[in-house]
C-alpha cells in the first residue's frame, strides 16, 4: 500500500519530504527484543555521518509518523530530562519547537531481518498466486477473497484490512485507477484490462509489502508500455539502493526513466519505512535530485513502488474517500517491492 505525501493529505502514518543533502537524521538502532517491546529499549545511534543526536538547544520534529511516544520515552530520558520535555511537547500535539530537516529511521538487528523476510516472502507468495488466477470474467472481490484466504493459509493476517478504516484486505487498481483500489464484486476485468494487485501481509509482527500489474487477455500497446515502463521505474529505483547512497538517488532514476519513455511518475504518493509497521519513516519519493536525502544504512527497509501515469502525472480522489485516479482518465500502472540495504548493497524481500 502507498503512502500519501502531506501536501496531499495528513494522515498519522504520512512521513515528511527527504531532507536536503546538509540535513541531519535521527536513527534509532532496534534491538532483537521480543514483539511485545518494540523500541522501548532503543538506542540513539551516532556512529555513522550525518547522524545528529539532539542536545538542548536542538530543535526537535514531529515523530509521531514512526514511533509512539510510550515508545520514545525511556529513550528521551536517557538523553536528557529538557530533551524529553520538548519531545513530549511536539507529541503530544506539536506544540514545541519543529525541525523538518530531522526525522527518524529504523535500523533493524538480525532477528528482526529474519522476520522482516519472511513476511516479504509470504506476501510475494500471495501475489504470485493470485497473478495465475487473473483473467477477464473475474471480479475484484474475487482478488480480495483470494488474498484473504491465501495470507491465512501463510499465518498472516492482511495489514491493509482495516488500515485506517479501509474496507478490504488488498488494493486492486483497474486501468486509469492508480491506488488504494476498494475491491467490488460489481468490478469484472474484462479483456484488455490492467490491473493493480497491492498485497501487505503481518507475519510475526512483521510486515512485507507488494504489488504489480497485471494484464488481462490481450492488452493495447499502450497498456503494455506503461505496465512495463513502471516494471522498470521499479527496478531503476532499487538498482541505486547501497549504503552511503541517497534517497533522492531514487526519485532521480525513476523520473529520468518515466521521462525518457514519455511518461510521469505521481508526486502526491510514494514508498515508505515498513517494519513492525506497515507504514513508517522515511516517505520514499519517486521523484526528486541525485545526492539530495537521507544516507541509506544497513538495515534500512523501506519499499520502492512509483505510480506510472501514460498522461499527466496529476490525480484525483474518488469520494469513496480512498480510490485516486489519474486526473486525465488515462492509464497508471504500478510495481512494488520492500527493500533492505545490506553491507553487500541491497536485497529485495519481497523477490521471489
Known sequence: MVEEDLSCREQTHAARRPCEERAAQLVFETPDLPADRGLRDAQAACSAPDVALLGDRDKVTDLRQAHLWSRIVPLARRLRKGFARQIKKVLDGGRGPRHDGVMAIEIHGNGAIERLRRAGRAAAETLALVGTRIRPGITTAQIDAWVREDTARRGGRPSQLGYHGFP?????????????????????????????????????????????????????????????????????????????????????????????????????????????????????????????????????????????????????????????????????????????????????????
Open 168 to 352: 478490504a484486505a488488498v488494493c486492486t487498481s483497474r486501468n486509469e485507477v492508480v491506488c488504494h483500489g476498494i475491491p467490488r464484486p460489481d468490478v469484472v476485468l474484462e479483456n484488455g484490462d490492467i490491473v493493480n494487485v497491492d498485497v501487505t501481509t503481518e507475519l510475526d509482527g512483521y510486515h512485507g509489502d507488494t504489488s504489480a500489474t497485471f494484464i488481462v487477455g490481450d492488452a493495447s500497446a499502450e497498456a503494455r508500455h506503461v505496465v512495463d515502463v513502471a516494471r522498470r521505474c521499479r527496478d531503476a529505483g532499487v538498482a541505486v539502493v547501497r549504503e552511503g547512497a541517497r534517497f533522492g538517488d531514487i526519485g532521480a532514476a525513476i523520473e529520468e526513466l518515466a521521462r525518457r519513455e514519455g511518461c510521469a511518475i505521481v508526486r502526491e504518493y510514494g514508498g515508505h519505512g515498513i517494519g513492525r509497521k506497515m507504514h513508517q519513516s522515511p516517505h520514499v519519493h519517486h521523484t526528486g535530485a541525485r545526492g539530495t536525502g537521507p544516507r541509506f544504512r544497513i538495515g534500512m527497509a523501506f519499499t520502492i513502488e512509483p505510480m506510472v501515469n501514460l498522461g499527466t502525472e496529476d490525480v484525483r480522489r474518488l469520494p469513496d474517500g480512498w480510490t485516486v485516479v489519474t486526473a486525465d482518465g488515462r492509464l497508471s500502472a504500478q510495481f512494488e517491492h520492500t527493500v533492505l540495504v545490506t553491507p553487500d548493497g541491497h536485497e529485495v524481500l519481497t523477490a521471489l
